[in-house]
């Protein structure tokens, strides 16, 4: 299991528990096959409400989180294990993607336009409920035909992402660029 770290460790905001953050950080990179001896390090912004999350850093991997993007949308200031395994899943497969090689060609996050960013999440975010994580299907579609069309080529792309084991970042940003092409022409 991944040497997982939850920064901070105690909370004084927000009643999460950084135990259980590591114990389903460090099951999800055992499921999605991240090495056993890769150092995870959870960095939490505890005093914001918002969700914006990235991955800040490979060596270690750093993941950023503001402490909406963990919260449990019924019970303010409460975690919720649903939202900390679907924000990680996504994050956790583009870290896998990303240490695969297959992926050495792909921008930095900061260098990703918004239509390839969406495309990559949907990629990751279709294994993620193949692993049983709670994701919202609709959702995501929704987001891909906002930064791709709400054209059959949009569709088709946001299927081959979602449905898709083993791709390059080649491959997303093909059908990334294939949906945008095609919205840009309708």
């Known amino acids: 299991m991944a040497k997982v770290t939850v920064v901070p460790e105690a909370f004084n905001f927000v009643y999460f528990d950084a135990g259980r953050i590591v114990e389903l950080v460090g099951d999800l990179g055992d499921r999605i096959g991240l090495p056993a001896d890769l150092e995870i390090r959870i960095e939490i912004e505890e005093r914001s409400p918002l969700g914006r999350t990235a991955v800040t850093s490979l060596d270690p991997v750093t993941i950023a989180v503001e402490g909406g993007a963990f919260e449990d949308a019924k019970r303010v200031r409460h975690q919720s294990d649903a939202s900390v395994t679907s924000v990680a899943g996504r994050l956790l497969h583009r870290v896998a993607d990303r240490l695969s090689g297959r992926f050495d060609d792909a921008p930095s996050d900061a260098d990703l336009s918004v239509a390839r960013s969406t495309a990559w999440d949907t990629y990751a975010v279709g294994r993620c409920e193949r692993l049983g ?54």
Do not use: K, N
């Open 133 to 186: 994580l709670p994701v919202s299907r609709q959702r995501r579609l929704y987001h891909f035909r906002i930064r791709h069309g709400f054209t059959d080529v949009a569709d088709a792309a946001f299927e081959r992402l979602w449905s898709a084991d083993g791709l390059s970042w080649a491959d997303v940003a093909a059908a990334s660029d294939e949906a945008a092409a095609a919205y840009s022409t309708s």
